[in-house]
């Protein structure tokens, strides 16, 4: 699955044709959604399992890494579609409305496999949540960008993922006023401004990750290039190239320009 989804990262970069194409096919967006909350609620469940461990130490889940690593290719990728395609904006906020994502808003820690809690059982569910509790994708990610601890030591992963909602949930906002309702609605704050000052702050974060990564991936190129040459053959172009062009010409820049987006739409709030 991680494979699948790099390879979807890539066809999506910066791609009109490949990202419409995509979103033709109704169960896209859901089944990008459903990833994003069970790799999360994995997340939940091993999280609580180390504090547990601080009194009872129990063996570490070797599955983490690979839970943040498919949790952050899958908001790559609705990153990529919402970053490219208005109508992924509107159906993010209009999935519950199709019947195709179920999320119980008293409990994110559900793994979202097409049934809800309060209906187990039902047939008509097993394919795609069909209960009237259901949420947004727009509110199932809301809750989740709440859920990220600042600061965590427990979860280093936490203020990276916080980050990249952030840009998504501005790229969101970004040209959709009906978004920018519904996100301003979700979002915890006394005041709008202070909702997106948040927002922004965040995004900027995530920012300065981005340039400190491009900072050491380039420097990994360069060692990598210096060595090939000594060795009399050509550096190939690997997998941290690949990294390296996303962070330099993607997500980086887009980053950039949701900070300025964010902190324009936040002085003009009450």
């Known amino acids: 699955m991680e494979m699948a989804f790099r390879v979807l990262l890539s066809l999506t970069q910066d791609d009109a044709s490949w ?3 995509f979103l033709e096919d ?5 089944f990008i959604m459903r990833i994003i909350m069970k790799s999360h609620a994995q997340r939940c ?3 609580s399992n180390r504090r547990v461990a601080e009194v009872a130490p129990q063996v570490e889940d070797d599955n983490d890494a690979q ?3 498919r949790l952050c290719l899958a908001l ?3 990153t990529n579609l919402v970053q490219i395609s208005d109508m992924a904006k509107d159906l993010t906020r209009n999935i519950r409305k199709s019947g195709l994502l179920g999320c119980h808003p008293c409990n994110l820690d559900f793994v979202l496999t097409g049934l809800n809690t309060a209906c187990i059982g039902k047939r008509s569910c097993i394919k795609a949540c069909q209960c009237s509790q259901r949420i947004s994708a727009i509110d199932c990610l809301v809750q989740v960008y709440m859920q ?3 600061g965590s030591d427990i979860d280093p992963g936490a203020n990276f993922l916080r980050g990249h909602i952030a840009v998504l949930l501005g790229l969101l906002m970004r040209d959709n006023k009906t978004n920018q309702k519904v996100l301003l609605a979700a979002l915890p704050g006394s005041s709008n401004r ?3 000052a948040s927002l922004a702050e965040q995004a900027r974060e995530f920012v300065t990750f ?3 990564l491009a900072v050491r991936l380039a420097s990994a190129m360069s060692a990598k290039d210096r060595d090939s040459e000594e060795n009399g053959g050509s550096a190939p172009r690997s997998d941290d190239y690949e990294v390296e062009r996303m962070v330099g010409d993607g997500n980086g820049n887009v980053a950039r320009e949701i900070v300025s987006f964010l902190e324009t739409l936040s002085t003009q709030q009450a």
């Open 194 to 196: 202070k909702k997106i």
């Open 210 to 212: 981005y340039a400190e």
């Open 67 to 69: 839970i943040l690593d």
């Open 19 to 21: 990202c419409q194409a």
């Open 45 to 47: 469940s091993a999280l």
């Open 148 to 150: 990220q601890t600042k």
């Open 76 to 78: 790559g990728l609705l």
């Open 26 to 30: 109704e169960l896209t967006l859901p």
